[in-house]
Nanobody
Framework: QVQVVESGGGLVQAGASLILDCIAS????????MGWFRQAPGKEREFIAG???????YYQDSVKGRFIISRDNVKNTVSLRMNNLKTEDTAVYYC???????????????????WGQGTQVTVSS
């Protein structure tokens, strides 16, 4: 069973940067995509960034150019650097591990089968 733990959330001002980290344990995840989702108050959880087993990053349009996803397959970690944060980025951010090894860039929740508890990111104006 895979355990996923996020860290790095917090309260920042608009325009600031923040790095979220995620570590997976219980399975070597180097063969799986990893992704970040977020859920804002009153909204559904949405995909924002992912990185395939072959290290190809992909993003939701609203964060493209501001967020950078990376992974360390030795440490079983994935990070999300968030630059130029906006108030609309306020949400609980979730890390997830892909369901199928060697798969392409999935963006649906069903493409992932191990989730962290989430970390809160609050951006003030």
């Amino acid at each position: 069973q895979v355990q996923v733990v996020e860290s790095g959330g917090g309260l920042v001002q608009a325009g600031a940067s923040l790095i979220l980290d995620c570590i997976a344990s219980g399975r070597t995840v180097s063969s799986y995509s990893m992704g970040w989702f977020r859920q804002a108050p009153g909204k559904e959880r949405e995909f924002i960034a992912g990185i395939t087993f072959s290290l190809m990053p992909y993003y939701q349009d609203s964060v493209k150019g501001r967020f950078i996803i990376s992974r360390d397959n030795v440490k079983n970690t994935v990070s999300l650097r968030m630059n130029n944060l906006k108030t609309e980025d306020t949400a609980v951010y979730y890390c997830a591990v892909g369901r199928t090894a060697y798969s392409g860039p999935g963006q649906r929740e069903d493409d992932f089968d191990a989730w962290g508890q989430g970390t809160q990111v609050t951006v003030s104006s």
